[in-house]
């Protein structure tokens, strides 16, 4: 099975700065990789297919790169809303999802 | 507008079945892959089972194999997830997803499915 590792798992920041996700796979996993969004109490939300094609309806901020084993999902200029857990999810071999980061207001 | 409504869940004794729907509108449901995912409280998320478009093909994570039968009713656009010899690590909110090529593009709200005794 592909183990899919989140860092960090929490990333405390302020409203306006950008940041950087980590997602790295246990195994080379092409660009098999895929970002959800999860605000408290509501559904996964889909941010970015195969590691960086956007999504329609995302806002452009959220853009994500890498290959093989080493994945970022990154926040350019942090709102209020984006204040919510990210996981990343492999599709290489069956599924498998990281364990998620939690981005939360500094 | 996509909607995936599920329901079904509730709570049930170890070793005791259910089996959960999901009613999809607003898509030609018999042209896309299905899936359900689960998330135990305050846990991430794991993948439950997927069906192909014409209900021919499935697949499970060993974690399930076995116990859960996913299946599907194009007719009336809805998918199902039988789970049986529930156990209490099955304790969980799952979510009937849509799969575009590979990745979920759209959730349910989720239903909650509680195993204790």
């Known amino acids: 099975n592909i183990v899919l590792t989140q860092s960090p798992a929490t990333l405390s920041v302020t409203p306006g700065e950008s940041v950087s996700l980590s997602c790295r796979a246990s195994q080379s996993i092409s660009t098999s990789i895929h970002w959800y969004q999860q605000k408290s109490n509501e559904s996964p939300r889909l941010l970015i297919k195969?590691?960086?094609q956007s999504i329609s309806g995302i806002p452009s901020r959220f853009s994500g790169s890498g290959s093989g084993t080493d994945f970022t999902l990154s926040i350019n200029r942090v709102e209020s809303e984006d204040f919510s857990i990210y996981y990343c999810?492999?599709?290489?071999?069956?599924?498998?999802f990281g364990s998620g980061t939690k981005l939360e207001i500094k | 507008e996509v909607q995936l409504v599920e329901s079904g869940g509730g709570l049930v004794q170890p070793g005791r079945s259910l089996k959960l729907s999901c009613a999809a509108s607003?898509?030609?449901?018999?042209?896309?892959?299905m899936a359900w995912v689960r998330q135990a409280p305050k846990k991430g998320l794991e993948w439950v089972a997927t069906i192909s478009t014409s209900g021919s093909r499935t697949y499970y994570p060993d974690s399930v194999k076995g116990r859960f039968t996913i299946s599907r009713d194009n007719a009336k656009s809805s998918l199902y997830l039988q789970m049986n010899s529930l156990k209490s690590e099955d304790t969980a909110t799952y979510y009937c997803?849509?799969?575009?090529?590979?990745?979920?593009?759209?959730w349910g709200q989720g239903v909650m499915v509680t195993v204790s005794s």
């Open positions: 999810q492999q599709s290489y071999s069956s599924f498998t």
């Open positions: 607003g898509f030609t449901f018999s042209n896309y892959y």
């Open positions: 195969y590691a960086s």
């Open positions: 997803a849509r799969r575009t090529e590979a990745p979920f593009d759209y």
